[in-house]
T-cell receptor, first 118, second 113 residues
Framework: ETGVTQTPRHLVMGMTNKKSLKCEQH?????MYWYKQSAKKPLELMFV???????ENNSVPSRFSPECPNSSHLFLHLHTLQPEDSALYLC?????????????????FGPGTRLTVT | QKEVEQNSGPLSVPEGAIASLNCTYS??????FFWYRQYSGKSPELIMS????GDKEDGRFTAQLNKASQYVSLLIRDSQPSDSATYLC?????????????FGQGTTLQVKP
C-alpha cells in the first residue's frame, strides 16, 4: 500500500458539498488511474492519465473532475454528487501507456477512499 | 460492450486443496490479463499477470491463458485460510498497451480449515 497513497481514507459529504480526493504514487510511474467500486458491481475505470495528459474519460459525469498536475499526483474533485455516487474510489498507477509492443504495464492500487454521499 | 465474466461464487474448498478460478472475456484483441486478490474492506492487490498462451507459475499460483477460447484461469495450490478473498480477473481492453482494464465481478473464495 505504501507505493500508492490516497487521502482521505473515508469521506462523508452532502450533495451540495465540494470535496477533493488525493492520490500520490511513489513508484516512478507515468500513468495514473481513477476507478470506482460500487457494491455488487465490477470495478469501473473512470479516467486515465498518461504523462499528465488525460487519455481516457469513460463517460464519467461532469460532477467528477480529475486533475493531474504531475506524474506523481492525481486528484478527483467532487461537487453536487448524488447518493448513488457513494462507493470506494480507487487510484492506481502503472508504467506509461501506449508503448508499442509493451504489454507489461501492471497497475498497482492505492488503499482507496470510502465515499458516502448523504 | 466489452465484458469479463466470472462466477461470483462463493467457491468453497478445504484447506490444502486446489482452488480453480475461471474467467472468460469478450474482446478478441485483448493481449494482457491480470488476477487481483481483494480482501474484504481492502483494495485489489495484483497477484499474477499473463500475456502468452499457456501456463505461468508463481509459487502456489498458476495462471492459464487460452486466447483462442478467450479464457483465463487461476489455480491456487495448497489453499490456505489466508487465501480466502475475492479474486478479480482483469483484461486489457483493446490491442496493445491501452491502460484500460475491464474487470470481472470477482469470485469469492472460502478456504475452510
Amino acid at each position: 500500500e505504501t507505493g500508492v497513497t490516497q487521502t482521505p481514507r473515508h469521506l462523508v459529504m452532502g450533495m451540495t458539498n465540494k470535496k477533493s480526493l488525493k492520490c500520490e504514487q511513489h513508484l516512478g510511474h507515468n500513468a495514473m488511474y481513477w476507478y470506482k467500486q460500487s457494491a455488487k458491481k465490477p470495478l469501473e475505470l473512470m479516467f486515465v492519465y498518461n504523462f499528465k495528459e488525460q487519455t481516457e474519460n469513460n463517460s464519467v459525469p461532469s460532477r467528477f473532475s480529475p486533475e493531474c498536475p504531475n506524474s506523481s499526483h492525481l486528484f478527483l474533485h467532487l461537487h453536487t454528487l448524488q447518493p448513488e455516487d457513494s462507493a470506494l474510489y480507487l487510484c492506481a498507477s502503472s508504467q506509461e501507456v501506449g508503448l508499442a509492443g509493451d504489454l507489461s504495464y501492471e497497475q498497482y492500487f492505492g488503499p482507496g477512499t470510502r465515499l458516502t454521499v448523504t | 460492450q466489452k465484458e469479463v465474466e466470472q462466477n461470483s461464487g462463493p467457491l468453497s474448498v478445504p484447506e490444502g486443496a486446489i482452488a480453480s478460478l475461471n474467467c472468460t472475456y469478450s474482446d478478441r484483441v485483448s493481449q494482457s490479463f491480470f488476477w487481483y486478490r481483494q480482501y474484504s474492506g481492502k483494495s485489489p492487490e495484483l497477484i499474477m499477470s499473463i500475456y502468452s498462451n499457456g501456463d505461468k507459475e508463481d509459487g502456489r499460483f498458476t495462471a492459464q491463458l487460452n486466447k483462442a477460447s478467450q479464457y483465463v484461469s487461476l489455480l491456487i495450490r495448497d489453499s490456505q485460510p489466508s487465501d480466502s478473498a475475492t479474486y478479480l480477473c482483469a483484461v486489457n481492453y483493446g490491442s496493445g498497451n491501452t491502460g484500460k482494464l475491464i474487470f470481472g465481478q470477482g469470485t469469492t473464495l472460502q478456504v475452510k480449515p
